[in-house]
C-alpha cells in the first residue's frame, strides 16, 4: 500500500536537531522523499507496524508530529503533480 507520510519535529533544540535527522533516515529507509518533510512509502502491512515503532521510539510525543495517509494499493491515480517532478518516480524503474 502506498503511504504519504509526513514530519514536524520541533527541531528550537539540539536534541530536536537529532531527533529530525533520525526521522529522516527512518522514513528514507522506507521509500522516497518528495518534500523536506514528505515521504511516500510503498509498504506492506508488517513494514508499516515497524515503521510506526521506530518512529514512536524517535519522535517526542508532546512537541512532535508525525501524520500517515493511507492511499491503499490503487494509489496512481490519486496523486497529481504540480511544478517540479521526482527524478524517480516511487515504483518507477532504475536501470543501473
Excluded: H
Excluded at 44 to 63: C, F, G, N, S, Y
Excluded at 81 to 86: A, D, I, N, V
Amino acid at each position: 500500500m502506498m503511504i504519504v507520510l509526513s514530519y514536524d519535529v520541533d527541531t528550537t533544540d539540539a536534541t530536536g536537531a537529532k531527533r529530525l535527522r533520525k526521522v529522516a533516515k527512518i522514513c528514507e529507509s522506507y521509500g522516497c522523499r518528495v518534500q523536506n518533510s514528505v515521504f511516500e512509502l510503498i509498504v506492506d502491512p508488517a513494514q508499516l507496524v515497524a515503521l510506526k515503532e521506530k518512529l514512536t521510539r524517535t519522535i517526542d510525543t508532546e512537541r512532535d508530529s508525525v501524520r500517515l495517509y493511507r492511499l491503499g494499493s490503487n494509489w496512481k491515480p490519486r496523486i497529481e503533480s504540480l511544478g517540479r517532478q521526482l527524478r524517480l518516480e516511487q515504483d518507477g524503474v532504475m536501470i543501473l
